[in-house]
């Protein structure tokens, strides 16, 4: 199974654009607390913003980065669908490759083949079923327990 690190970051991008959304959110900023290179989340911004889940105001005025909807409207498959360019078939694609070299590999592969394919649809059910509102509501209960703890 091969998942790019782009769905990872698109998802860390978007829950700390909301939790610091009284801060001028920009790529740098980003790029600092997830020790990356800016250009990169300047990018990734751009597919996010053309997936309609966040604003950009360009420039160095006080706005920069804001959500466009609300974390409990963004699914993790909604953010897979917005970053991950080949899409979930290329997760399990690898047979693909073995299929006509011999009459065995054909057989395993119409084998494997179907068990994939319900593969790719219980990802997308399981990952339309969560929302980043669903993660950030569990991260704030987990550092408000831990807040509890040190006092």
Do not use: C, H
């Not at 706005?63 to 953010?79: F, H, N, Q």
């Not at 395993?108 to 068990?115: D, E, H, L």
């Amino acid at each position: 199974m091969r998942i790019s690190t782009q769905f990872s970051a698109a998802i860390y991008t978007l829950l700390l654009i909301d939790y610091y959304k009284d801060q001028k959110v920009t790529s740098s900023f980003i790029g600092e607390r997830l020790n990356g290179n800016p250009v990169i989340y300047r990018n990734l911004l751009a597919k996010l913003k053309e997936a309609g889940f966040v604003t950009i105001a360009p420039g160095k005025g006080k706005e920069g980065t804001r959500l466009a909807k609300p974390l409990s409207e963004i699914t993790l498959w909604d953010v897979f669908i917005a970053v991950e360019e080949l899409g979930v078939e290329s997760v399990f694609k690898s047979y693909d490759q073995f299929a006509n070299l011999s009459d065995s590999t054909k057989i395993i592969s119409g084998i494997i083949r179907p068990i994939f394919s319900e593969s790719v649809t219980a990802f997308k059910e399981d990952f339309s079923k969560i929302t980043l509102g669903d993660i950030m509501g569990e991260f704030r209960e987990k550092q408000q327990d831990e807040k509890s703890e040190t006092d």
